[in-house]
């Protein structure tokens, strides 16, 4: 029952970051893209970016581009950015539990962790 899932919450303004694009890598020689999707109106994906059998132990990296999202809400962002792409590295071990990275942000800050 292994999964990986991520959650995203706009803590400047106080709500789920809706319509988030986001890519997952794994990573190797080369960073090869698995999959590309946006958050929906609770900051989360409506599926687990991988499950079960496409689940496998490795190195990952979530990318974030909050710029885009930050500025589509009408925050007044400098040129360049603060913050516009965030990419999240983490490994996992044990692909059969559940990994879900979160990401909390705000134009001049986030954090991360392994959440359940």
Do not use: W
């Amino acid at each position: 029952m292994g999964r990986l899932t991520t959650h995203v919450l706009d803590t400047a303004a106080g709500r789920p970051a809706a319509g988030l694009k986001l890519e997952l890598y794994v990573l190797g020689a080369e960073p090869r893209l698995l999959k590309t999707a946006s958050t929906n109106t609770d900051g989360r994906l409506d599926s687990p970016l991988l499950a079960d059998g496409s689940f496998e132990a490795g190195q990952y990296e979530l990318r974030f581009y909050v710029g885009d999202y930050l500025r589509r809400q009408g925050v007044k962002l400098g040129e360049p950015a603060f913050l516009d792409v965030i990419p999240v590295r983490f490994g996992v071990a044990e692909p059969a539990q559940h990994y879900h990275v979160p990401l909390l942000l705000s134009p001049y800050g986030y954090s991360t962790y392994r959440g359940s």
